[in-house]
């Protein structure tokens, strides 16, 4: 996710996917001799939506022209593109910082009912979930478990949730450009 | 926001979420929104009144006795385009400030290793 920010400090384009290149994951070839979720798993992600070519184009585009860039927008325009934000999602914010706090002055053990909170009260914010599931299938002071299919605590995955949020096609926020 | 009572100080209150106590009521950027009783006799912003006013959520937490405020709903996740002087530490460990790259454009990328 990345932000555009103009050199008086103004918002021109808010928060939206933002890569420039197609992720090395798309090329995975897949086999038959994969396990069937792994199969499952790199199909939702070959779906995901690659705006790399274009994101990197207007950027340039931003960087050469300012605010006569057609992908700088005016201020009312940011506010309008920005998320929605209904209670519900200002409830979950609450739930994972409170679960982000407790787990930094307590533990893991009381961060997870409230994480577990935020995740149902805005089911489509894969940054509650996903930061909250990494901490679950990756043992400290290693890399982090990109496929997350550790489930005994929060009971689904990213493969799981995926699918029913409408698949890889419909997993990020697009740029709109 | 995370708080220890349902009463905060305006100061930390503006630090944390943007939203000033002023005479007209809260205001972030151009928006201000009327809340004659949000601050108490010992000065004191009432959580209750604000989080009522300005569509924040509360979480509490009564066994480990804490409050959490989540940010202001009903409309956009963005009320201005003025970006705040967020601070930051550079890769040395040194404080970095956002408006330290005014005059620049910036790209700011959040990312996270999952």
Redesign the interface.
């Known amino acids: 996710?990345?932000?555009?920010?103009?050199?008086?400090?103004?918002?021109?384009r808010?928060?939206e996917s933002?890569s420039i290149e197609p992720s090395p994951m798309r090329a995975i070839e897949i086999t038959d001799d994969l396990p069937e979720r792994m199969q499952m798993l790199f199909t939702e992600v070959k779906k995901l939506p690659d705006h790399a070519e274009d994101y990197r184009a207007a950027?340039v585009d931003?960087?050469e022209n300012?605010a006569d860039s057609r992908f700088a927008m005016a201020?009312h325009e940011?506010?309008?593109a920005?998320?929605?934000?209904?209670?519900d999602?200002?409830?979950?914010?609450?739930?994972f910082?409170?679960g982000c706090?407790?787990h930094d002055t307590?533990g893991k053990d009381?961060a997870v009912p409230?994480w577990k909170q935020a995740h149902a009260a805005n089911p489509e914010n894969w940054?509650y979930k996903?930061?909250a599931?990494?901490l679950e299938s990756?043992p400290p002071g290693e890399?982090?478990?990109?496929v997350?299919e550790v489930s005994d605590t929060y009971g689904t995955t990213w493969l799981d949730d995926v699918i029913a949020n409408g698949g890889g096609e419909a997993y990020g926020i697009t740029p709109a450009l | 926001?995370?708080l220890e009572s349902l009463a905060v100080d305006p100061a930390t209150f503006a630090d944390a979420t943007g939203w000033e106590s002023k005479p007209e009521g809260l205001c972030k950027g151009d928006q201000c929104v009327p809340a004659p009783e949000a601050v108490t006799a010992d000065g004191l912003l009432d959580v209750t009144v604000v989080a009522d006013r300005l569509?924040?959520?509360?979480?509490e937490?009564p066994d480990?006795g804490?409050v959490?405020?989540?940010?202001?709903?009903?409309?956009?996740?963005?009320?201005?385009?003025?970006?705040p002087d967020l601070p930051f530490t550079d890769a040395d460990g040194n404080p970095f400030s956002?408006?330290s790259?005014?005059?620049?454009?910036?790209?700011?990328?959040?990312?996270?290793?999952?």
């Open positions: 996710m990345a932000v555009w920010i103009d050199e008086t400090g103004t918002l021109v808010p928060a933002a950027i931003w960087v300012g201020p940011v506010l309008e920005s998320q929605p934000r209904p209670l999602h200002s409830r979950a914010a609450a739930l910082e409170l706090h407790l307590v009381a409230f940054t996903r930061q599931w990494t990756t890399a982090s478990d990109m997350q | 926001m995370i569509g924040m959520a509360i979480v937490d480990h804490l959490a405020l989540g940010p202001e709903s009903g409309g956009r996740a963005l009320t201005t385009t003025t970006v956002l408006s790259l005014h005059g620049r454009k910036v790209l700011l990328v959040a990312w996270a290793s999952w």
